[in-house]
């Protein structure tokens, strides 16, 4: 059991990587997908299910955990691992990006953010030192600086002063999180879609000697190839040696260009999303069970799957479920999407070890463009 934060590149196929974090509460096999569990909670699963399915690591959010029910509660009860029975590892993100998207009547200045809660509308301040407060109280293994993420398309003065005061936020949180023996905080690199903003966040974020970094700024409304094209610029500039997370990220098409770029982790709504809106991901694309032309399919999602939800209800059954808003089409479609998901991460890292990450990615892709026959 190790007592120290450590990312090792294992093998690499081009610029992709295959690598390992490992810290006391566990390793992380990159390149990884880290499932969305805001309130602690990942949602319709249960954590053996989460587990299950292969997720080493799931993510909590600071800002929704510290409106409800408080971060010093979690603490007084154990912690965010005690409090949700997760003992692997978490990551937590500063919160700034959910102030900025959630909450009411917030205002941004260097010192930090002060808003209201969308919950019952109490004022709070939200510093870098505050953010790293609250993510050492959940007990997270992975702490995200407080950054400020600009929204695109945005002038580019906009977008140089958000990414300068993301660097002094940098600054303030590396400070306040000192050292943490197996825990590391990451930096956020912005930018937006100007690429001498983002090599110069990059260039200051590696200078800062931090244990991993994330690519913030991105999925936020640009088309892919600008989101590629910044992935380009951004990964030559960071330390090889560090691990490298894109935030909010993606698709399966997103998740296999980005790793291509150098990638290693990622995290999305999307497949925990999908499942409570009766949408099912397959390797042979995605399936809308709210679809009539489900009705009397007995076929399963995926007869191969090692997944029950996949290989052992009808389609006619999961479209029942759906149609009827029963609970359970939501739980056994998100069961689905993350099992479909950590396949998937499963089949990109034994393919760069096989250094045949280009033609299987080309499978993958020319399967799900083939669609669902
Ligand atoms: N849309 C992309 C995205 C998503 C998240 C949220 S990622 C997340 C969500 C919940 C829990 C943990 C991490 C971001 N978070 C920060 N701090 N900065 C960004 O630029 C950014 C961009």
Redesign the pocket.
Known sequence: MTKAFTFKVLATDGKARRGSITMPRGEIRTPAFMP?G?GGTVKTMYMDQVRGVGSDII???TYHLMLRPGAERVARLGGLHEFARWPHPI????G??QVMSLSKLRKLTEKGVTFRSHIDGAAYEMSPERSIEIQGLLGADIQ?QL?E?TALPAMEKEIERAMELSLRWAERCRTAFGDQQGKAMFG?V?GGDIAALRLRSAQALKAMDLKGYAI?????GEPQPVMLEMLDITCPELPADRPRYL???GTPDDILKSVARGIDMF?CVMPTRAGRHGLAYTRRGKVNLRNARHADDPRPLDEESDCPAARDYSRAYLHHLVRSQEALGAMLLTWNNLSYYQKLMQDIRAAIEAGAFEARAAEISERWARGDI
């Open positions: 969305v805001t993510l909590g959010n990551l937590t993100d500063s700034g990006f995200m950054d993420c956020i912005q913030g700024g991105l999925a936020v935030m909010g990220v995290d």
